[in-house]
């Protein structure tokens, strides 16, 4: 399977945990994508890399969340002190495009992504 | 970030033709008109593209207004396995975020 990857695929934990998700992307695509999606509602970006470069992020992503992609392949996203309204799920994607410039007419490829459930 | 106005649900017979419509009155110039779906239990994934003239791929047509304030996704013959959320994304010329409203649910019945 060459799609988009995430593990875990659930997660349960305690209000006050830390938590770390994983997202493998399709391997020559250079961007990488997180988003959270909450029952009944689409996606919310949250942020995004070309290869190690965070270029972007939400005002979503609090000082709780930390994303990283050290070597410009996989990435993980990191919850701090997990409270309840953090539980979602929280999506990955994946994305060619040219060095510099956006890709607005490349498709983005989703992972399947981590359910979180905060107790 | 420019907004689109879709239906909250539709339902269609199965073998259908289907059109999903989607408002985007503020849309820009440069904005790109994506549509995504979502299947259950699983992550958005690309249906089509365009910015003014009309597309057509294996999946779907889109067919875009000429002031580009409105669009339409059609499904030429709907299956069970288009039950899904479609979204309507405006994607600007450089950003490479998508903004997600809260798209249609397309209900299909055998």
């Known amino acids: 399977d060459t799609g988009v990857s995430q593990d875990p695929r659930h997660k349960i934990t305690k209000r006050g945990q830390n938590v770390t998700f994983r997202c493998d992307p399709i391997?020559?695509?250079?961007?990488l994508y997180w988003y959270r999606q909450t029952l009944g509602q689409g996606p919310e970006f949250l942020t995004y890399f070309q290869n190690e470069a965070q270029l972007e992020k939400s005002r979503l992503l609090s000082d709780r969340f930390s994303a990283e992609r050290p070597k410009g392949s996989f990435s993980t996203l990191e919850i701090q002190r997990t409270e309840q309204g953090d539980s979602a799920m929280y999506l990955c994607?994946?994305?060619?495009?040219?060095?510099?410039?956006?890709?607005?007419?490349?498709?983005?490829?989703f992972g399947p992504g981590t359910r979180l459930t905060v107790l | 970030d420019a907004k689109t106005t879709q239906p909250n649900s539709m339902e269609s017979n199965e073998e259908e033709p289907v059109h999903l419509p989607c408002n985007h009155s503020t849309i820009s110039g440069t904005d790109y008109i994506h549509w995504y779906r979502q299947l259950p239990s699983q992550g958005p994934e690309y249906v089509i593209h365009?910015?003014?003239s009309n597309v057509n791929n294996r999946m779907a047509s889109l067919a875009i207004a000429e002031d580009r304030k409105s669009s339409t996704l059609i499904l030429h013959r709907a299956t069970l396995r288009d039950a899904a959320v479609y979204y309507c994304?405006?994607?600007?010329?450089?950003?490479?975020?998508?903004?997600f409203g809260t798209g249609t649910r397309l209900q299909v019945f055998p």
């Open positions: 391997s020559e695509h250079n961007r």
């Open positions: 365009g910015l003014t």
């Open positions: 994607a994946s994305s060619s495009g040219t060095s510099g410039r956006s890709s607005s007419y490349n498709e983005q490829f």
């Open positions: 994304i405006l994607r600007g010329y450089n950003t490479d975020k998508l903004i």
